[in-house]
């Protein structure tokens, strides 16, 4: 069974603060991608990223692959409350069309 | 865009009874549509796997009587929780991923709050 723990599982910071949520495997995936999904909403997709060790930046947000691509992080510099959350990791694999989803990081980003 | 819809976005039920959500792709044709159960603060549940034209492929100790889905074309798959019962109250997501699509990338309904009295 495919597991994909995320850390942390909650966070609480103040707006300006920079922070990082990671994403751990011992699987290897072939693509792997973030959500974001807000109180009473679905995920919405903020990025996918393929190749070992790519890194891409959306705005504030940068997101990195592992070199193995087992593990990815996800970097949020001078977070607003706008950001505030549940952050979801998604492993895909080669022949199997669902995705396998991380634990989930709430982040609270406090005014 | 890659926009997914999801009705009835509430629904309150007595016990016993039997509730449809439809979960439509309204820009795009889904040949896979993903459903989802979320409980509070924690991630997503998969629960069945509905190909179109064919049988669902349901995830370990779901049950596929209870939980039936349909998706009868590239846009429209349905999950019918059959003799709802108060612990199948929850939120249900489903997800769409686009014919041809890249990387496995899914696009998410925006869920169904359903509580069973």
């Known amino acids: 069974t495919q597991l994909l723990e995320q850390s942390p599982q909650f966070l609480s910071i103040q707006e300006g603060e920079n922070l990082t949520v990671y994403c751990n495997s011992s699987?290897?995936?072939?693509?792997l991608q973030w959500y974001r999904q807000e109180p009473g909403e679905g995920p919405v997709l903020l990025v996918t990223?393929?190749?070992?060790?790519e890194v891409k930046k959306l705005k504030r947000l940068t997101f990195q692959f592992g070199d193995a691509r087992k593990d990815s992080s996800l970097h949020i510099t001078a977070a607003q409350t706008g950001d505030t959350g549940l952050y979801l990791c998604?492993?895909?694999?080669?022949?199997?069309?669902?995705?396998?989803f991380g634990s989930g990081t709430r982040l609270q980003v406090q005014p | 865009g890659a926009v997914v819809s999801q009705h009835p976005s509430r629904v309150i039920c007595k016990s016993g009874t039997s509730v449809k959500i439809e979960c439509r792709s309204l820009?795009?044709?889904?040949?896979?549509m993903f459903w989802y159960r979320q409980f509070p603060k924690q991630s997503l549940m998969l629960m069945a796997t509905?190909?179109?034209?064919?049988?669902?492929?349901?995830e370990q100790g779901v049950e596929k009587d209870k939980f039936l889905i349909n998706h009868a074309s590239l846009t429209l798959s349905t999950l019918t929780v059959t003799s709802a019962h108060p612990e199948d109250s929850s939120f249900y997501i489903c997800?769409?991923?686009?014919?041809?699509?890249?990387?496995?990338?899914?696009?998410f309904g925006p869920g169904t709050r359903l509580t069973v009295l």
């Open positions: 997800s769409a991923g686009k014919a041809g699509g890249r990387f496995n990338e899914q696009f």
């Open positions: 699987s290897v995936f072939s693509s």
């Open positions: 998604a492993g895909a694999s080669t022949g199997r069309r669902a995705l396998t």
């Open positions: 990223v393929v190749t070992g060790g």
């Open positions: 820009d795009f044709q889904a040949t896979t």
């Open positions: 509905s190909n179109e034209g064919s049988k669902a492929t349901y």
